[in-house]
């Protein structure tokens, strides 16, 4: 779905439904209202004609990610992929992760010599950082 949505749709669903995105033009600011409060077989026949537009809609208002994932469209970024189930990690979940993944590597190098150790220990949080700067996009804070 995410990826029939171009980023312009994106910004403009955004507009709508979550400012600031980009404020589309009159017609298509009416046809995202359209979109919004058609009908389940108007709805369907609308996505037909703008497949894209009504993806996104149907995402900022299913999906409890869909904000964000719209944004990440419309901003170029890779939208984020779901967990098996479908479900996305929550901060905590990363951090939590992240946290694991650090004291397992200590445990693994405690028979190492020291600055080994801080070497692995570094990398660890760089990449948890990357994860997390990833994860949570520009200016994100948790």
């Known amino acids: 779905m995410a990826d029939e949505i171009s980023p312009t749709e994106a910004a403009h669903v955004l507009w709508y439904f979550?400012?600031?995105?980009?404020?589309?033009?009159?017609?298509?600011?009416q046809l995202i209202?359209?979109?919004n409060m058609a009908g389940q077989e108007n709805r369907r026949r609308l996505a037909r004609a703008y497949p894209g537009y009504a993806a996104a809609v149907?995402?900022?208002k299913t999906d409890p990610r869909?904000?964000?994932?719209l944004t990440d469209i419309a901003y170029g970024r890779k939208p984020e992929k779901a967990l098996?189930?479908?479900t996305h990690p929550s901060t905590d979940e990363l951090h939590g992760a992240a946290a694991r993944a650090v004291d397992d590597e200590i445990d693994r190098l405690r028979t190492g010599d020291r600055a080994a150790i801080e070497r692995r220990i570094?990398?660890?949080r760089?990449?948890?950082e990357q994860a997390?700067?990833?994860?949570l996009g520009p200016g994100g804070d948790a």
Do not use: K
């Not at 400012?19 to 009159?26: E, I, K, L």
């Not at 869909?66 to 994932?69: D, L, V």
């Open 126 to 128: 760089t990449d948890y």
């Open 66 to 69: 869909g904000t964000q994932r």
């Open 84 to 86: 098996p189930g479908g």
């Open 122 to 124: 570094a990398a660890a």
């Open 18 to 29: 979550a400012p600031p995105g980009r404020r589309p033009g009159s017609f298509t600011e």
């Open 58 to 60: 149907h995402m900022i």
């Open 33 to 35: 209202a359209l979109i």
């Open 132 to 135: 997390r700067a990833a994860f």
